[in-house]
């Protein structure tokens, strides 16, 4: 099937930095869209950022200018860039990504990667 594995989440401290890393694998076709989202504890998944498989970026306002991402379609893997990190940031992160596979090519499906936690505290 397909699997999405994160990789480098982690503790640091308040306006440190971090870089994720999402690599899908598998039965893959194509891949449309892909994206980082987070859930802090009590609150729900959300949005923070998005890349389209032209490149085109979109972040919230809370990350802009903070968080960069950035796909190798080559690869199949996404990168999300975090600096100038808060405590609010902190939360378990995850890939997704839209994905035609090469048993339905036809049909593009959401898939998420396990997670990975971020913490920002002194």
């Known amino acids: 099937q397909v699997q999405l594995v994160e990789s480098g989440g982690g503790l640091v401290q308040p306006g440190g930095s971090l870089r994720l890393s999402c690599a899908a694998s598998g039965r893959i076709f194509s891949i449309n869209g892909m994206g980082w989202y987070r859930q802090a504890p009590g609150k729900e998944r959300e949005l923070v950022a998005f890349?389209?498989?032209?490149?085109?970026?979109n972040y919230p306002d809370h990350v802009k200018g903070r968080f960069t991402i950035s796909r190798d379609n080559a690869k199949s893997t996404v990168d999300l860039q975090m600096n100038t990190l808060k405590p609010e940031d902190t939360a378990v992160y995850y890939c997704?990504?839209?994905?035609?596979?090469?048993?339905?090519?036809?049909?593009?499906?959401?898939?998420w990667g396990q997670g990975t936690q971020v913490t920002v505290s002194s």
């Open positions: 890349v389209s498989r032209d490149g085109i970026t």
């Open positions: 997704n990504a839209e994905i035609r596979t090469r048993m339905a090519p036809g049909r593009v499906s959401n898939y």
